[in-house]
Nanobody, 124 residues
Framework: QAQLVESGGGLVQAGGSLRLSCAASGGTFSRHAMGWFRQAPGKEREFVAVIDTTGDYTYLADSVKGRFTLFRDNAKNTVYLQMNSLKPEDTAIYYC?????????????????WGQGTQVTVSS
């Protein structure tokens, strides 16, 4: 049973940066595509970004393209979400998730494993 643990969230001013990490254990990390989602209060969980098993391919939501990047280190069983030029509307709980395939279609229900989430708050 794979376990995912996010870290790196916090409070940052608009225009600032944060790097989120998602550490995986208990499973075959390198065989899973890894996604990031976020959920703001009163809103549905939304897709942010996904990376394939090797790190060669990524796909990001339009709302974060050009500001967020995604990469992974399979030797460390960790995936990272680098968030730059943060905006107040990026405020949410950020979750990492894993599934066995990479796709540009990223409904949350297609992901098998989830972390507990980390809070990101961007002040104006």
């Amino acid at each position: 049973q794979a376990q995912l643990v996010e870290s790196g969230g916090g409070l940052v001013q608009a225009g600032g940066s944060l790097r989120l990490s998602c550490a995986a254990s208990g499973g075959t990390f390198s065989r899973h595509a890894m996604g990031w989602f976020r959920q703001a209060p009163g809103k549905e969980r939304e897709f942010v970004a996904v990376i394939d098993t090797t790190g060669d391919y990524t796909y990001l939501a339009d709302s974060v393209k050009g500001r967020f990047t995604l990469f992974r280190d399979n030797a460390k069983n960790t995936v990272y979400l680098q968030m730059n030029s943060l905006k107040p509307e990026d405020t949410a709980i950020y979750y990492c998730a894993a599934r066995s395939y990479f796709s540009r279609s990223n409904s949350p229900v297609t992901y098998t494993y989830w972390g507990q989430g980390t809070q990101v708050t961007v002040s104006s």
